[in-house]
């Protein structure tokens, strides 16, 4: 996002701010249909205060210093009930810049969700919200916070509201009929900008079906764009299960799904089907594989998830055709929350204790919300996406350890000339088939009760298999963090990013060193 004018920065930070109270206001009401008295409600105010110096404030050759001073407050709002959670975590980061007489930036990150029960056992309802900062092209400067000047940011603002029904047929099946509305625009464009309707209807088999198990569900996705036709996705599954033991199982698929989009390669609409197993033996390890048929041609599938007393470990692969779109509006990143979530499951069994005992944990530790993860692409395109991924962490008495690896292709199935009015590049080529390989590694290491660090080792190859581009990012952090008085907490980081490309003249390359005092202030 580049740097604006003072004026501009207020209209804008006044019309993102509206935007964000816009979003989150209807899932305010999914709590208002429900008793409030009948939730614990929580609102917890922070405000983050930091002073940071880098040698290159636009990640570019020819680097630029600049100091940068953040004032972010934040809110925190929760809801507990038994019927009704809610959770909304909001932050305004505002941006001074040394090195412009206008230098000021305000960025929106607001990530909110809510799940009520209307009508007891009947009718529910979900709703989400979330701003967020997203890099535009993997392949050009990559920004890892909103703290750098870069062209290639822009601000991603997404929701989600779905009714539903769903009745327990107890003990022959359980359906669920569920309509879902969602939006997603940018700052950049309005090209990009979308809207969508989903309408699901699933059937699955009760407890009376022991040995062998059944379901029925179908799907149609409609995507609305401004300016293009409309992406419309439906499949129609059954599926089942035949029980060989109570820990070994074999798995079948089989199912219609007519696509319509441009397509710029097979015909997206035929049958399907796949086989394969789960087997599960014991209730902290499952292995699940299948393999089978679509209208692209063979498609795999494979799980392993395995969870020790002190570790958890996880390998798994899919590929499915998919949208930008569609994954801000349900990220595919390996949470470290999650992770965390997993890897305490046994010594803290109550799910809302575990929960804040995690979300305190990567406050005060400064942990990043999410392991390594492939940059995606802001586009209109239809692609098909395999994804490999293996996770894993340890945890002891002073020390957390995360370890992540991807293996990311994404190949194009429709054709998009918005692209070159998002992303500004000449050759949309560059974007048809893309791979993204990456491994990050963290460690945590408790000091004394009051202080803590960190470590981080990041490494991200981008290439695209029609233009022969490739671009290499290594990143390290490390950071100590000490707990002052009861509210507040001081964290001094450090950062080296390195980028090179095979670009000719070394075009793309950049190097940037970076330093930052954190002061974190909770009421």
Known sequence: MAIITAKKMRRWQANSLTLGLTSIIPLLGIGATVSVSAAEWKVTPTINVSESYTDNIRLTQNAESSYITQVAPGINLTATGAQLRFRADYVMQNLRYSSNHNGFKTSHLLNASANSELVKELFFLDGSANISQQNLNPFTDQPTNNLNLSNNRTEVRTYSVSPYF??????????????????????????????????????????????????????????????????????????????????????????????????????????????????????????????????????????????????????????????????????????TSAFLNQLWKASVPDSNTRQQLVDNFIRDTNLPSALAQPFNTVTNRVFLQKNLQASVAFTGAQNTVLLNAFNVKREAQSASQADILLLGISNPALLEKIRQTGVNALWNWQLSPRTSANISTAYTQTASANTGIKDNTKTARASVSRQLQSKLRATVEVRRVEKKSNLANGTGNFNENAITLFLLLGF
């Open 166 to 335: 769903r009745k327990n047929f107890s003990p022959e099946f359980t359906a669920e009929l569920r309509y879902t509305r969602d939006s997603v625009k940018t700052s950049t464009k309005n090209v990009f900008d979308s809207t969508g309707d989903r309408i699901l209807f699933d059937l699955k088999s009760g407890s009376t079906y022991k040995t062998i198990s059944w379901g029925l569900q179908f799907v149609d996705q409609k995507i609305h764009y401004p300016n293009q036709a409309d992406v419309e996705l439906q499949t129609s599954t059954l599926n089942g299960s035949y029980a060989v033991s109570p820990l070994f199982s074999l798995t079948a698929t089989t199912g219609y799904e007519n696509n319509t989009y441009v397509s710029i390669g097979e015909k997206p609409s035929g049958t399907f089907w796949t086989g394969g197993f789960s087997w599960t033996p014991t209730e902290r390890t499952r292995f699940a594989f299948s393999a089978g048929k679509r209208f692209y041609g063979s498609t795999y599938s494979a799980l392993i998830n395995e969870r020790a007393r002190a570790s958890v470990w996880s390998l798994g692969y899919n590929e499915d055709i998919t949208t930008t779109r569609g994954q801000y509006l349900i990220p595919a990143t390996t949470s």
